[in-house]
């Protein structure tokens, strides 16, 4: 298996394609597909004089081939931190793929804005985009999730204005505000965000849809939490969320995977390497903080200098981490009981920024 770092990325895997250059006014195209496509791969330049997308082909070798970049109609932004690194929204899932609605969604930090694009399925690389950009519900927005149908999609803001709102996906409009979304954090924060420490990191939906989890990283010694908000039959969201703090030693939770058929979520964390939640037992009421509890751990990864990202592989069925510090890939097993252990890990190159992943299955290969 071999891994490599890339900012912002999505992946997004179909079975059949054709590829070729498409040209317009908001498009750049970077080259023609070479060989037969098996897929895309997505990622942001999130620069401030312009955000674009770009596209690329994954090859049945694996290999990706940039085909174009296309303006998302919004700025990128960088958050405030000393020394700058290339984490600039301090967050994954900036941008997020949806087979099931055959969409790409990014966010534009520096406009307050989302976009939203159309995948082609028989060519995933060609994209183009639904409707103009919309507010994002607040400021800097840093992190996206769109539920399992693909018609809904949710966003994270960072900024000073902080919180989520969700949107539904409309094949001609674009993102449309979904009533009863926009819910507050309350953090205390700046525009663009002040971080690493204090920032919201992601969003997920829970595997059965019913939960919109965020993630916040503490400022140590406080413990960050998971913001936890119930998602009613109309879309509509709980009035306010339940906090969850992570087990004794966890302090900044990160990115969050589910850990499927489990009920559980693993949160990367790098204060000292991954938290896990078991959500079967949690018992906090709305607007209160519990710590997280059952088969709940903070588990300790030797040597890592700062794992923030994750993604689950469902053909391993193993979890990957990364850590930009170390420039180390590290593969986790948890097993029935939530135990979380390290399986290997996998050194890249050194200075190589190895930050958010994803994973696509090429045949029988990951």
């Known amino acids: ?50 955000n674009q997308l770009v596209a690329a082909d994954i090859g049945a070798d694996g290999k990706l081939t940039l085909r174009r970049a296309i303006s998302t109609g919004g700025l990128g932004a ?3 931190t000393s020394p700058n690194g290339p984490d600039g929204l301090f967050s994954q899932g900036a941008i997020k793929a949806s087979a099931a ?36 519900g607040g400021e800097f927005p840093v992190s996206l999730a769109i539920n399992n149908k693909g018609n809904i999609v949710c966003a994270l803001n960072g900024g000073e204005v902080n919180g989520v709102s969700c949107f539904k996906v409309d094949q001609q409009k674009g993102l449309l505000p979904l009533s009863g979304t926009n819910r507050s954090l309350k953090l205390k924060q700046t525009t663009p965000a002040t971080g690493p420490a204090g920032s919201a ?17 503490g400022v140590p010694p406080q413990p960050g939490f998971l913001a936890v908000w119930d998602v009613n039959t109309d879309g509509s969201l709980s009035q306010d969320f339940k906090a969850v703090a992570p087990s004794k030693g966890g302090l900044l939770p990160f990115s969050l995977t589910v850990i499927p058929g489990k009920n559980a979520i693993l949160a990367t964390d790098p204060a000292i390497g991954f ?21 709940s751990s903070s588990v300790a990864i030797n040597g890592q200098g700062a794992t923030c990202w994750s993604v689950f592989s469902p053909k391993s069925k193993n979890f990957y981490l990364t850590d930009i510090k170390t420039a180390i890939v590290t593969e986790i097993n948890i097993d029935a009981k939530l135990k979380g252990t390290v399986v290997k890990q996998y050194p890249q190159g050194k200075g190589s920024g190895t930050i958010d992943i994803d994973i696509a299955t090429v045949g029988n290969n990951e």
Do not use: C, W
């Open 1 to 50: 298996m071999k891994f490599s770092g890339s900012a912002v990325f999505s992946a997004l895997l179909v079975s059949a394609v054709s590829a070729g250059p498409i040209h317009n006014r908001t498009r750049t195209s970077i080259s023609a597909a070479r060989g037969r496509a098996v897929g895309a791969a997505f990622f942001i330049t999130n620069e401030p004089n312009g």
């Open 78 to 80: 960088h958050g405030i």
């Open 101 to 136: 609605g055959n969409i790409v969604a990014t966010v534009n930090p520096g406009s307050n804005t989302l976009s939203v694009f159309k995948i082609n399925p028989n060519d995933p690389s060609n994209v183009r985009q639904i409707g103009e950009p919309i507010g994002s």
């Open 201 to 217: 990191s992601d969003v997920i939906f829970s595997e059965d849809n019913k939960r919109l989890i965020a993630s916040i990283k």
């Open 275 to 295: 938290d896990i939640f078991d959500f079967a037992t949690q018992a906090a009421g709305y607007g209160s903080t519990s710590v997280a509890a059952g088969r």
